[in-house]
């Protein structure tokens, strides 16, 4: 798997702390420069691997040209072996891709698309500073749709200032009236991020009254209501926070929390290469300068291998399977983590059929409560 960093965006959400920001375009230029550098020569890490999906994030992708995507996807495609039917994602701003650049970006490979909606209610796209409206969004998903777009995402955000079941329940009715309706959905609550615009309104006080945060239960309640509708609209809920028509669960995404092998180009972007994590040089100026260089190299132990495999594995809804840990740690799922699971079990947090070991309904709701666990256990 391949990540791109994308850092540019027209201006900061009031939400975000991702590594990104407006830059002028003598700098968008330098950097797309180093970023071809930097494939050049990371791709031999790669080079007896086949890749099956590349994820351009950011930031806001969009705002490159589709020469700028045709360049770099041509980069990877000179060094590395890519499959034909790789799966090939792009972010979008709805308020920054037009029909043009759509056809573009198809042209150049690219066949997911993942658009930042956010919401669908004017005020609600304010208050986050979002730079595009609902009826901007109706343009751009329906021009994704005539460049020949079939896997498209929308991603959403829940428990915002203001927000209550019902208008919840009415942002989501609206996405799945669309036609025909998006293959996945990508839906998370409002984390206030310290360092973040929203986080200082917040701690100002200046949330209040109309503006004021859903409680932890109501923010459940949107959570559950969420996973009912789509159940019955023909979704699949894969991941604690993703729902996926059939067929259309995100192969990138799946990638990462089932532990698979991934390379990242772009400031600040990660890899994991076998057992060794990596993370790129954070400052941009330093990035351009030589893209090659800063990177930090973290050594895994078994351990902290074994961790991953479990938290990570239990966002997914069909869990973690006692075969694959065996056949990849050679000792039994009980033989490591038996107390935890049986309390667990025992808790209603979590469900064992003998094969597998997944979330309940009421475990999803204390997942972060019940992933602690297997970060500091003692051998069963």
Same mark, same amino acid.
């Given at each position: 798997?391949?990540?791109?960093?994308?850092?540019?965006?027209?201006?900061?959400?009031?939400?975000?702390?991702?590594?990104?920001?407006?830059?002028?375009?003598?700098?968008?230029? #330098?950097?797309?420069?180093?970023?071809?550098?930097?494939?050049?020569?990371?791709?031999?890490?790669?080079?007896?691997?086949?890749?099956?999906?590349?994820?351009?994030?950011?930031?806001?992708?969009?705002?490159?040209?589709?020469?700028?995507?045709?360049?770099?996807?041509?980069?990877?495609?000179?060094?590395?072996?890519?499959?034909?039917?790789?799966?090939?994602?792009?972010?979008?701003?709805?308020?920054?891709?037009?029909?043009?650049?759509?056809?573009?970006?198809?042209?150049?490979?690219?066949?997911?698309?993942?658009?930042?909606?956010?919401?669908?209610?004017?005020?609600?796209?304010?208050?986050?500073?979002?730079?595009?409206?609902?009826?901007?969004?109706?343009?751009?998903?329906?021009?994704?749709?005539?460049?020949?777009?079939?896997?498209?995402?929308?991603?959403?955000?829940?428990?915002?200032?203001?927000?209550?079941?019902? #208008?919840?329940?009415?942002?989501?009715?609206?996405?799945?009236?669309?036609?025909?309706?998006?293959?996945?959905?990508?839906?998370?609550?409002?984390?206030?991020?310290?360092?973040?615009?929203?986080?200082?309104?917040?701690?100002?006080?200046?949330?209040?009254?109309?503006?004021?945060?859903?409680?932890?239960?109501?923010?459940?309640?949107?959570?559950?209501?969420?996973?009912?509708?789509?159940?019955?609209?023909?979704?699949?809920?894969?991941?604690?926070?993703?729902?996926?028509?059939?067929?259309?669960?995100?192969?990138?995404?799946?990638?990462?929390?089932?532990?698979?092998?991934?390379?990242?180009?772009?400031?600040?972007?990660?890899?994991?290469?076998?057992?060794?994590?990596?993370?790129?040089?954070?400052?941009?100026?330093?990035?351009?300068?030589?893209?090659?260089?800063?990177?930090?190299?973290?050594?895994?132990?078994?351990?902290?291998?074994?961790?991953?495999?479990?938290?990570?594995?239990?966002?997914?809804?069909?869990?973690?399977?006692?075969?694959?840990?065996?056949?990849?740690?050679?000792?039994?799922?009980?033989?490591?983590?038996?107390?935890?699971?049986?309390?667990?079990?025992?808790?209603?947090?979590?469900?064992?059929?003998?094969?597998?070991?997944?979330?309940?309904?009421?475990?999803?709701?204390?997942?972060?409560?019940?992933?602690?666990?297997?970060?500091?256990?003692?051998?069963?």
């Amino acid at each position: 798997m391949l990540y791109l960093h994308i850092p540019f965006c027209v201006k900061k959400c009031r939400y975000c702390d991702f590594l990104s920001g407006p830059y002028p375009e003598e700098v968008r230029k #330098k950097y797309l420069k180093a970023l071809l550098e930097e494939i050049r020569c990371r791709c031999g890490e790669l080079s007896e691997k086949t890749v099956t999906s590349i994820f351009f994030g950011g930031g806001t992708p969009s705002l490159l040209e589709p020469e700028e995507v045709e360049a770099v996807l041509g980069e990877c495609r000179k060094y590395l072996f890519i499959r034909a039917d790789a799966e090939i994602t792009m972010e979008c701003n709805p308020g920054t891709a037009d029909r043009r650049k759509l056809d573009g970006y198809r042209e150049a490979g690219v066949n997911r698309l993942s658009l930042g909606l956010q919401s669908p209610r004017e005020e609600e796209l304010r208050l986050l500073g979002r730079i595009h409206t609902w009826e901007r969004f109706l343009e751009t998903y329906s021009q994704a749709r005539e460049a020949g777009f079939d896997n498209v995402n929308i991603d959403l955000m829940s428990a915002l200032p203001g927000q209550d079941l019902r #208008k919840w329940k009415e942002n989501l009715g609206r996405i799945l009236a669309l036609d025909p309706p998006p293959e996945h959905l990508s839906i998370y609550s409002l984390i206030l991020e310290e360092g973040t615009e929203l986080f200082e309104m917040e701690r100002k006080g200046l949330l209040c009254g109309e503006l004021a945060l859903p409680s932890e239960d109501e923010d459940r309640e949107m959570y559950h209501a969420t996973a009912g509708i789509l159940k019955d609209y023909g979704y699949q809920q894969y991941e604690i926070s993703n729902y996926a028509r059939p067929g259309y669960a995100c192969r990138h995404n799946c990638g990462y929390w089932t532990r698979r092998e991934y390379l990242g180009f772009g400031v600040g972007a990660a890899s994991l290469l076998g057992e060794k994590r990596f993370s790129n040089e954070r400052d941009i100026q330093k990035y351009m300068e030589d893209p090659c260089a800063g990177r930090q190299e973290e050594v895994l132990e078994t351990e902290d291998i074994v961790e991953e495999f479990m938290f990570l594995g239990l966002r997914m809804t069909e869990g973690v399977g006692r075969k694959e840990f065996r056949e990849r740690f050679g000792k039994s799922m009980d033989e490591v983590y038996g107390d935890v699971i049986r309390k667990n079990c025992g808790d209603g947090l979590l469900m064992d059929d003998g094969e597998r070991i997944r979330l309940t309904e009421r475990g999803l709701d204390l997942a972060n409560y019940v992933m602690a666990q297997f970060l500091s256990r003692e051998d069963g």
